[in-house]
């Protein structure tokens, strides 16, 4: 089956880390540029991150630059968030998100909930 | 950055209607739109992809349109299914940005 699992996520405290997880199954990893996508409760959708499919290239919301450090497996078929200096407007759910034609998203995982609060 | 803003906000409508969301940009990004589906507690699904493409398994009562600024996306026949939240994406530059969404309910 042709899917994306999200992990990782919890209840951390301000200035906290953490990190995500997306593990892909059902198709080549490898031929895609992947994305992170939150959506904060009751709000919007908004974009995080992105990388190349061979992970030579990353791009970053100025929201999350310098805090987030998106990194992919491609021997395990894995996408990470790595996310520190954690506040609480970074909660949200996060989706992880496969891109197969330069910034359109067509298969999401589930979401995983990041909840920041002390 | 891109701002990209969609209108309604909400709009109410009955199963069977035509429904008419737009979709604008601060500045031209040809044909690089998205239109993604969202229903409560579930990820977005890509609708449209390039503007005016149809993604597979996706109705044929979804279409859309548009290039440069404007967009549109049009649900020929509302179906009970249909009651959800629309977002448009731009994918002409990074930071990828959404609009605020729509959310079409129950009239």
């Known amino acids: 089956e042709v899917q994306l699992v999200e992990s990782g996520g919890g209840l951390v405290q301000p200035g906290g880390s953490l990190r995500l997880s997306c593990a892909a199954s059902?198709?080549?990893?490898?031929?895609?540029?992947m994305h992170w996508v939150r959506q904060a409760p009751g709000k919007g959708l908004v974009w995080v991150s992105r990388?190349?499919?061979?992970?030579?290239?990353?791009n970053y919301a100025d929201s999350v630059k310098g805090r987030f450090t998106i990194s992919r497996d491609n021997a395990k078929n894995t996408l990470y968030l790595q996310m520190s200096s954690l506040r609480a407007e970074d909660t949200a759910v996060y989706y992880c998100?496969?891109?197969?034609?330069?910034?359109?998203?067509?298969?999401w995982g589930q979401g995983t909930l990041v909840t920041v609060s002390s | 950055d891109i701002q990209t803003t969609q209108s309604p906000s909400s709009l109410s409508a009955s199963v069977g209607d035509r429904v008419t969301i737009t979709c604008r940009t601060s500045?031209?990004?040809?044909?690089?739109l998205n239109w993604y589906q969202q229903k409560p507690g579930k990820a977005p699904n890509l609708l449209i992809y390039a503007a005016s493409s149809l993604q597979s398994g996706v109705p044929s009562r979804f279409s859309g349109s548009g290039s440069g600024t404007d967009f549109t996306l049009t649900i020929s026949s509302l179906q009970p299914e249909d009651f959800a939240i629309y977002y448009c994406q731009q994918s002409h530059s990074t930071p990828l940005t959404f609009g605020g969404g729509t959310k079409v309910e129950i009239k």
């Open positions: 500045q031209s990004i040809s044909t690089y």
């Open positions: 998100a496969r891109d197969p034609r330069g910034g359109t998203c067509d298969l």
């Open positions: 059902g198709f080549t990893f490898t031929n895609f540029w």
């Open positions: 990388i190349h499919s061979d992970g030579s290239s990353t």
